[in-house]
């Protein structure tokens, strides 16, 4: 399924919706270059499972959990990762497999780890569309 959004606002609301809709065990993978709108879309989806507190990328950390919506919500940046021990040893199995909801910012470079359903959004920009223009692919693996 392709989504155009010609705005922040829109992007945020995309996340929204698929915030509400996400069940346990959910596992997203975000793929797109520095300044797409990743933390834009994740900030919704958070609002989405009813979470308040600021969301922010967890470049440094990892992963950032959030317990206080109707699921846990597990925010992983995988952008300063290594090599994939490196998340074996944060123990991500137990989050990606648990009964929260998973988001991977920079999926790509850990695939040989993600389970086997997911469901892959990669946000693209086209300049000769508008600064606020966004192309979000969103598909079931």
């Known amino acids: 399924?392709?989504?155009?959004?010609?705005?922040?606002?829109?992007?945020?609301?995309?996340?929204?919706?698929?915030g509400r809709d996400a069940a346990a065990g959910q596992v997203y993978t975000l793929i797109g270059d520095?300044?797409?709108?990743?933390?834009v879309f994740t900030k919704g989806l958070a609002?989405?499972?009813?979470?308040?507190?600021?969301?922010?990328?967890?470049?440094f950390t990892i992963v950032q959990i959030y317990e206080e919506g109707r699921?846990?919500?597990?925010?992983?940046?995988?952008?300063?990762?290594?090599?994939?021990?490196?998340?074996?040893?944060?123990?991500?199995e137990d989050y990606i497999y648990g009964g929260g909801v998973s988001l991977?910012?920079?999926?790509?470079?850990?695939?040989e780890i993600l389970p086997e359903h997911y469901t892959q959004i990669r946000i693209e920009k086209?300049?000769?569309?508008?600064?606020?223009?966004?192309?979000?692919?969103?598909c079931e693996y």
């Not at 991977?104 to 695939?111: C, K, P, Q, Y």
Request: charged content about 30%; hydrophobic content about 35%.
């Open 126 to 138: 086209a300049p000769e569309k508008g600064f606020d223009y966004r192309r979000i692919d969103i």
């Open 71 to 92: 699921l846990p919500f597990y925010h992983f940046d995988v952008y300063r990762i290594g090599d994939v021990e490196e998340m074996e040893e944060i123990g991500y």
């Open 104 to 111: 991977i910012e920079w999926a790509d470079l850990i695939e």
């Open 1 to 18: 399924m392709i989504i155009e959004t010609n705005s922040e606002r829109e992007t945020y609301e995309l996340g929204v919706r698929m």
């Open 34 to 39: 520095l300044g797409v709108g990743k933390t």
């Open 47 to 59: 609002a989405g499972l009813g979470i308040g507190e600021p969301v922010s990328s967890p470049t």
